[in-house]
Each structure stands twice: as structure tokens, then as C-alpha cells.
T-cell receptor
Framework: QQPVQSPQAVILREGEDAVINCSSSKALYSVHWYRQKHGEAPVFLMI?????EQKGHEKISASFNEKKQQSSLYLTASQLSYSGTYFC???????????FGKGTSLLVTP | DGGITQSPKYLFRKEGQNVTLSCEQN?????MYWYRQDPGQGLRLIYY???????QKGDIAEGYSVSREKKESFPLTVTSAQKNPTAFYLC????????????FGPGTRLLVL
């Protein structure tokens, strides 16, 4: 089942923070986060595993709450280069293909 | 350089015509995937393959077919049965299926004439 992402879109000023959420109605084994710039291929950001810790990547980090079946992506002190569409992909068990959400469009303005 | 290539970048299909999208990877990955992307719909899985000569249907396989005769190649055929084929098609690969980073190709945009 497709995970639900929120918000659908967000506009930030450079330097502001944002949180993107990804929720599933099913128990999750892992959550993957990707970013896609317009007309380009999605690029991997990070994977969070069941029982794992919060991950970080430059000023982008994420958490995974297994009980709530939810993951959140945190973007701090946003930069213009953070603009794009962010997708979460969820895996219900090891060895299953990912289900991607519909994406969250993020625009960072000067 | 290792990576995934998709060709062509743009493809036009006439009504009733089958077209094949190419996907090649030189990353020595076992798993390969095809996704369809429509505006506001995210990435929807069409087919995936964990190993040569084996593949499974994804969520929207109707009207599509694939083959996996070689590890590095996973072509997708959009058949005439697919009534709404206009979309952006992305191919991806990963080392294995379980909890692995997927690497995406640049995509093919299919348009119906």
C-alpha cells in the first residue's frame, strides 16, 4: 500500500527548517528517502531500518517511529539546492519491493 | 563510470503500437525495477526482477511486459493494451532486493501521438 506523505507542498525561505512526514497503515521494516529534481532521476538520501537510529546526512536527517509506522525527514537551515520533490519508499518486510509515496514538493526561495 | 542508462530520452507511440524502453546497468546489480511516474502520483512500480530470468508484477503491470535475459538489461515493453501510456518511465537497480539503495536511470518520457 502506498504510504501517505504530508505536506503535499511547502515553500521555504533560505535558512528555514522543514519537516516532511511519511505514514503507513501497515507495519514497516524500513523507510527510504529520495529527492528528485525536476526532469531528473530520484537520488537516494537515506534508509532507516526497523530498530535503527535516527540518521543524518549533512543538514538533512530522518527518524523512524515503528510503533506509529511513521517516518519524518528534517531539513534544517534549508539551502536553495534542497528544492525538489521528496519521496519516501516503504518496505513492509525484508525482501519486498518498495512502495513510494506521492511525494512532497519543496521549494526554497532566496 | 558505473551507472544506469535508459534510452531513448523521448519516445513517441502511435495508437495500437507496442514500444520498448531500454534499461542497461553496469553496476553488477542483481535487482532491477521499472516505475511509472505521473504528475502528483509518485513512483508506481510496474515490474521488478531479483535475478536473471525471473520477474514479478508490481502494482500497475497491466499493459506492460518485461524480460530479464541478461543481468545488465531489463527492457520494458509498453503494449497496445496500455490505454494511457503517456508518462515518465524510470528504471532502477539495486545490489539486492532487501533494504538496498536503488539507483535510478535518467528516465524515458513516452508520449502518444
Amino acid at each position: 500500500q502506498q504510504p501517505v506523505q504530508s505536506p503535499q507542498a511547502v515553500i521555504l525561505r533560505e535558512g528555514e527548517d522543514a519537516v516532511i512526514n511519511c505514514s503507513s497503515s501497515k507495519a514497516l521494516y524500513s523507510v527510504h528517502w529520495y529527492r528528485q529534481k525536476h526532469g531528473e532521476a530520484p537520488v537516494f538520501l537515506m534508509i532507516l531500518l526497523k530498530g535503527g537510529e535516527q540518521k543524518g546526512h549533512e543538514k538533512i536527517s530522518a527518524s523512524f517511529n515503528e510503533k506509529k509506522q511513521q517516518s519524518s525527514l528534517y531539513l534544517t537551515a534549508s539551502q536553495l539546492s534542497y528544492s525538489g520533490t521528496y519521496f519516501c519508499g516503504t518496505e513492509k518486510n525484508s525482501g519486498y519491493a518498495l512502495n513510494f509515496g506521492k511525494g512532497t514538493s519543496l521549494l526554497v526561495t532566496p | 563510470d558505473g551507472g544506469i542508462t535508459q534510452s531513448p530520452k523521448y519516445l513517441f507511440r502511435k495508437e495500437g503500437q507496442n514500444v520498448t524502453l531500454s534499461c542497461e546497468q553496469n553496476l553488477n546489480h542483481d535487482a532491477m525495477y521499472w516505475y511509472r511516474q505521473d504528475p502528483g502520483q509518485g513512483l508506481r512500480l510496474i515490474y521488478y526482477s531479483q535475478i536473471v530470468n525471473d520477474f514479478q508484477k508490481g502494482d500497475i503491470a497491466e499493459g506492460y511486459s518485461v524480460s530479464r535475459e541478461k543481468k545488465e538489461s531489463f527492457p520494458l515493453t509498453v503494449t497496445s493494451a496500455q490505454k494511457n501510456p503517456t508518462a515518465f518511465y524510470l528504471c532502477a537497480s539495486s545490489i539486492g532486493l532487501a533494504v538496498e539503495t536503488q539507483y535510478f536511470g535518467p528516465g524515458t518520457r513516452l508520449l502518444v501521438l
